[in-house]
């Protein structure tokens, strides 16, 4: 059930690899190769934060934002368990249940030299099927995620310039319609922006 939690964590991990990554040896005469003439396409950038919020809090405890019996309403069995995790800009938790029930995961993105996980939707938007802005309580916000069977859907939410938090919920059964599970996802960030007191 923590598959997704760990693949997550791995791409985040992978993009700030290559953000901090540059070259080493090489010979410092060599000219730097030509590079395109033609126009780059614009980046997609992201709504800004007005009302940054703190987390420094949470960084320690991120299920606290996601405590169990918030989760009742969610689709992840009877025994809803959690898992805390940390790399150096990420701290996370995940709640699952049975096999056969959903799950939820919650990213915390602490001064991220990538940018929040809002930015970073927004530079992934054209690969996104389903990519739809929203607020929640005032904070920038996007659900998107692939439209197919319902299965899954992300929730971004910018807490500042490089500060957030993402939610991926999937339903123990794929909704026959993904607003549903997007619905719930931003139920569940609904409940971490009123933990973080918004």
């Known amino acids: 059930m923590h598959r997704v939690t760990t693949g997550a964590i791995a791409f985040s991990v992978f993009l700030l690899a290559s953000g901090c990554s540059k070259a080493i040896g090489g010979d410092p005469t060599t000219p730097p190769r030509p590079t395109s003439t033609s126009a780059a396409l614009p980046t997609p950038s992201a709504p800004p934060v007005h009302r940054p919020i703190d987390m420094?809090?949470?960084l320690s405890k991120p299920?606290?934002?996601?405590?169990?019996?918030d989760l009742r309403a969610f689709d992840l069995g009877a025994?809803?368990?959690?898992?805390?995790?940390?790399s150096r800009d990420l701290a996370s938790c995940s709640s699952s249940g049975d096999l056969d029930a959903g799950s939820l995961d919650l990213a915390l993105f602490e001064a991220s030299p990538v940018g929040s996980p809002l930015v970073m939707a927004y530079h992934h938007k054209?690969?996104?099927?389903v990519f739809e802005p929203l607020e929640i309580s005032?904070?920038?916000a996007v659900r998107y995620g692939s439209?197919?069977?319902g299965d899954s859907c992300y929730v971004?939410?910018?807490?500042?310039s490089d500060q957030g938090f993402r939610i991926d919920y999937r339903p123990g059964k794929p909704a026959p319609d993904f607003a549903d599970t997007c619905d719930s996802a931003v139920s569940a960030a609904e409940i971490v922006v009123g933990r973080l007191g918004v």
């Open 56 to 58: 420094d809090p949470y």
């Open 63 to 69: 299920c606290a934002l996601t405590p169990v019996e």
């Open 79 to 86: 025994e809803v368990r959690q898992l805390e995790q940390f």
């Open 126 to 129: 054209t690969s996104s099927e």
């Open 138 to 140: 005032g904070m920038p």
């Open 147 to 149: 439209g197919e069977a």
């Open 156 to 160: 971004a939410v910018g807490t500042d």
